[in-house]
């Protein structure tokens, strides 16, 4: 087990680059939330599912992972079509909508700038997927979002990259018995260039729903 908090404290000093875009959004945009995106979702959960990091408007605005930016749509109507999102929802934090068997985390907590954080940052923000993983008890399925969220995964579960190589619904059986499946990430951009289709996106999260039985 690891003995790290699986969510990062709101004023995080861990990263410095990534703690002085906080402050300078913070002092632009004050009512915003402005801090590490705390995990969402349900604590019972089999299934994880990991994105990259927050959004400058999207999470790091809302201080709820893929809430306010584009890839939120797909992820969270998705996640409704399938039987793990309760209510509606309308891309804000007070809207209600409740995810079942399901939780959603980031590899990176913080909003990096230009939505690139550095390797630094992903290795040092490890020790919180790590703890997260760690944290849920009935966990039986990973689904890693983009391919930082899946070396990610590995290396937080002390796997190298090499061992799995990323694709689009790649599946791994971890030495725990977990399933990872990886996916494109549900961008803006690979949503509009249809690198990543509706279609795409939905039948990874039938495949993770079939594994859970």
Not at 175 to 182: A, C, D, V
Not at 193 to 213: D, H, P, Q, S
């Amino acid at each position: 087990m690891n003995a790290a908090s699986p969510e990062a404290p709101k004023n995080c000093p861990l990263c410095p680059r990534l703690a002085a875009y906080r402050a300078a959004n913070a002092e632009q945009e004050p009512a915003w939330f402005n801090g590490p995106a705390p995990s969402f979702g349900d604590p019972n959960a089999r299934l994880l599912i990991v994105g990259l990091a927050p959004g400058r408007t999207g999470a790091n605005r809302t201080g709820r992972p893929f809430t306010g930016d584009y890839a939120g749509v797909l992820l969270y109507g998705s996640l409704k079509k399938f039987g793990f999102g309760l209510g509606e929802y309308q891309a804000d934090p007070n809207d209600g909508f409740t995810l079942s068997d399901a939780m959603i985390t980031n590899a990176v907590r913080c909003a990096p700038p230009e939505n690139k954080p550095t390797p630094e940052e992903i290795r040092t923000c490890r020790r919180f997927l790590t703890a997260r993983l760690d944290a849920l008890p009935r966990l039986k399925v990973i689904l890693a979002l983009g391919a930082i969220a899946h070396d990610s995964v590995l290396r937080a579960l002390q796997m190298k990259p090499a061992q799995a190589k990323f694709a689009h619904a790649a599946e791994t059986v971890l030495p725990n018995g977990r399933t990872l499946i990886s996916s494109y990430h549900c961008s803006r951009y690979n949503t509009q260039t249809n690198r990543l289709t509706t279609e795409m996106f939905e039948a990874v999260i039938a495949r993770a729903k079939a594994l859970l039985g």
